[in-house]
C-alpha cells in the first residue's frame, strides 16, 4: 500500500453534521413551496445547484429565490436558510483535523456556495472563534472551480494545482457517488456516516 501523505475531506456529512429536514422547514418558512423537492443532502437542484457550480451569484440567488417565495430575500436570509443544513460542528473534530494537519497535508473539497462559506471563513464558525482554514491546509470549494463533486473535473483540478499523487491521498466522503469517483482515480477512500464519531474506523484505515 502506497503511504498515504495526503487527506481530501469533504466538508458537510463528515466535518459537520447535516440536517436536510431544517433546511427543507428552513426555505419553506421563507415561502418557498416546493424546498422537499428541490434540496438533496448531497447534490442540489435547479438554483440551489447553479450556485453551488458558480453559474450564478449569491444576488441573482437571491432574486431567483424571491420569485419561488413570492417576496424579497436578502442575503441574510437565504444564508440562514443555507446554514439550517448544518446540525452541528463538533469542535472534537476540528481538534483532530488540527492534529493531523501536522503529519499529513490537509484539504478540503466541498459543494458548497457563497453563503455557507461566509461563515465557515469566518471567526463565527466555531466557539473557538477559528475559521476552518485555520484547521487545514487549503479549501477547494464547487462554486469558485464552476463544477461539483461527483464531476471528475473538480478532482482533477485538486490533483493539479496541489501538485499530489492520487495513489497517496485518502478521500473522506459520506457521499457513495463521490467515493466511487475517488475509487476511478486511484484515491484510498473512507466513507463515514452523516454524524458519527470517525476517528477510530478513520485511524483503522490510515493505518492500512
Same mark, same amino acid.
Given at each position: 500500500m502506497t503511504a498515504i501523505k495526503n487527506i481530501i475531506f469533504d466538508f458537510g456529512g463528515v466535518i459537520a453534521d447535516l440536517n436536510r429536514d431544517n433546511a427543507v422547514r428552513a426555505f419553506r418558512s421563507m415561502g418557498m413551496e416546493n424546498a422537499e423537492e428541490i434540496l438533496d443532502q448531497y447534490h442540489q437542484k435547479g438554483i440551489f445547484l447553479q450556485i453551488e457550480d458558480g453559474r450564478i451569484t449569491p444576488e441573482e440567488f437571491c432574486a431567483e429565490l424571491g420569485k419561488l417565495c413570492h417576496r424579497t430575500i436578502t442575503f441574510e436570509e437565504a444564508?440562514?436558510?443555507?446554514?439550517a443544513f448544518f446540525a452541528d460542528v463538533p469542535q472534537y473534530r476540528l481538534d483532530y483535523l488540527f492534529e493531523l494537519k501536522k503529519r499529513y497535508k490537509l484539504y478540503i473539497l466541498s459543494n458548497t456556495n457563497p453563503f455557507v462559506m461566509s461563515w465557515v471563513r469566518s471567526n463565527e464558525f466555531t466557539a473557538a472563534g477559528k475559521p476552518l482554514d485555520h484547521y487545514v491546509d487549503k479549501i477547494y470549494t464547487s462554486y469558485e472551480l464552476k463544477t461539483t463533486k461527483p464531476d471528475r473535473e473538480i478532482f482533477d483540478h485538486l490533483i493539479k494545482d496541489a501538485d499530489i499523487d492520487p495513489a497517496e491521498?485518502?478521500?473522506? @466522503? @459520506?457521499?457513495?457517488?463521490?467515493?466511487?469517483?475517488?475509487?476511478?482515480?486511484?484515491?484510498?477512500?473512507?466513507?463515514p456516516e452523516n454524524g #458519527? @464519531?470517525?476517528? !477510530?474506523?478513520? #485511524?483503522?484505515? !490510515?493505518?492500512?
Open positions: 444564508k440562514a436558510g443555507w446554514l491521498i485518502l478521500f473522506v @466522503d @459520506d457521499g457513495a457517488a463521490n467515493i466511487k469517483m475517488g475509487k476511478e482515480i486511484g484515491f484510498h477512500t473512507f466513507q #458519527e @464519531d470517525w476517528r !477510530l474506523k478513520f #485511524e483503522a484505515v !490510515l493505518k492500512g
